[in-house]
């Protein structure tokens, strides 16, 4: 591993951990007062020092730059000497330059400006090997997808609540353990077929809590996929294997977030590598061709009422007069949330007519104004 980062903290995958221990955690090494400041999970550290979740101190010569304990402000940031004053460029895939209301984001070592960190990154990809824990005969490899994805989603609820940030998902196999399992690790008990999906009858059982795999998997996936909206938050599914993974389960939480969703056969494919590369398209002026956390409004004149929207979005749970009391799509507000839109987003909006008669007075004209907000991928807010 590179010296540049330190192994901060491990969540085991064998069952679900409480979001609450997660913030725990990361709240020991996230300090609002910057560098060299108290710690907020480190009673009696040392200055400049913030104990580890084992006691070591996270500061010291191997510290990640700007990281609890590292001496002097991150540059780049706004308290860095020359830095300028929206923040560093290079941040966390649609993470502004800056927090809400101007504050800096808080300094962690959990998420970093890409300009900081790209070499380790690279370096650690370099490094990843096979599993060398040999997978036994007639089994599934081990895969706590589920676990893996709540502590993503609570890392950004906890460093960037109500700001645009995407969660890439790479799937390999089928989750088989912890949270979000979806199949057994014995292959003898295959996945579930279409068959047992329509007639919703999933027969594997956990033997521990007598529950069926599928409807406790996709409960937990459409919990991680609601508080991923609440906090505008995006999550892609990177699917390439050769059997099933379980995207029915997780169908929520890219549906929902408007997050790219792609199967294939491998990593390898250029079906795989050619659409992860559309991703970071950039426009004319470098920045990223996305844009996160927005909420769209829908206003009509009288006679005219809204039935929903056909999309991936979610609603916002606003009802006024303009709303119509027959729900098609995503229905019953008036208001919805993209967590991420592109040029190539598409969706329909449903209207009724609600004049008498079900048509309206001869010459007479209905207006529809569409109001929406978003967050550009430069960190400014806009509204169109």
Not at 47 to 66: K, L
Request: glycine share 14%; charged share 15%; net charge positive.
């Amino acid at each position: 591993m590179s010296t540049n980062v330190d192994l901060c903290a491990q969540v085991l995958g064998t069952k679900e951990v409480n979001p609450k221990q997660i913030r725990d955690t990361l709240s020991m090494h996230i300090g609002g007062g910057g560098p060299g400041g108290p710690a907020a999970g480190g009673a009696g550290a040392g200055a400049g020092q913030r104990p580890g979740i084992n006691g070591a101190p996270m500061g010291g010569p191997g510290a990640m730059p700007g990281a609890p304990g590292a001496p002097g402000p991150r540059p780049g940031f706004p308290g860095a000497p020359g830095a300028p004053g929206g923040g560093a460029p290079g941040g966390a895939l649609g993470a502004p330059r800056a927090g809400p209301m101007g504050q800096a984001p808080p300094h962690n070592k959990f998420l970093q400006p890409i300009s900081e960190c790209d070499e380790s990154i690279n370096e650690l990809i370099d490094q990843i090997t096979v599993d060398r824990w040999p997978v036994p005969q007639g089994h599934r490899p081990v895969r706590a997808t589920g676990a893996a994805m709540a502590v993503a989603v609570t890392l950004l609820e906890v460093c960037y609540p109500s700001t645009g940030a995407r969660i890439m998902t790479f799937v390999g196999g089928a989750c088989t353990h912890g949270p979000g399992e979806v199949v057994g690790e014995e292959l003898k008990n295959p996945i579930r077929s279409w068959h047992t999906i329509k007639e919703d009858n999933a027969p594997y059982m956990k033997k521990e809590e007598n529950a069926p795999y599928m409807k406790k998997a996709t409960k937990f996936f459409d919990a991680l996929s609601s508080r991923a909206v609440k906090n505008g938050h995006v999550i892609d599914m990177y699917s390439c294997a050769l059997d099933q993974t379980g995207l029915l389960e997780m169908k929520n939480t890219f549906n929902s977030t408007g997050g790219h969703v792609v199967m294939g056969d491998s990593f390898n494919s250029s079906l795989f590598k050619q659409t992860y590369q559309r991703v970071f398209e950039k426009d004319a002026h470098g920045n990223l061709k996305q844009a996160f956390n927005a909420t769209m409004e829908v206003k009509t004149s009288n006679g005219l009422r809204i039935e929903g929207v056909l999309g991936c979005c979610a609603s916002a749970g606003v009802k006024n007069a303009c709303v119509a009391d027959q729900e098609m799509g995503i229905g019953g507000t008036c208001q919805w949330k993209f967590n991420s839109l592109t040029p190539r987003t598409t969706l329909c909006c449903l209207l009724e007519i609600s004049a008498q008669g079900g048509q309206l007075p001869q010459n007479a004209r209905g207006y529809i104004q569409f109001v929406t907000q978003y967050q550009h991928a430069d960190g400014r807010k806009r509204i169109r």
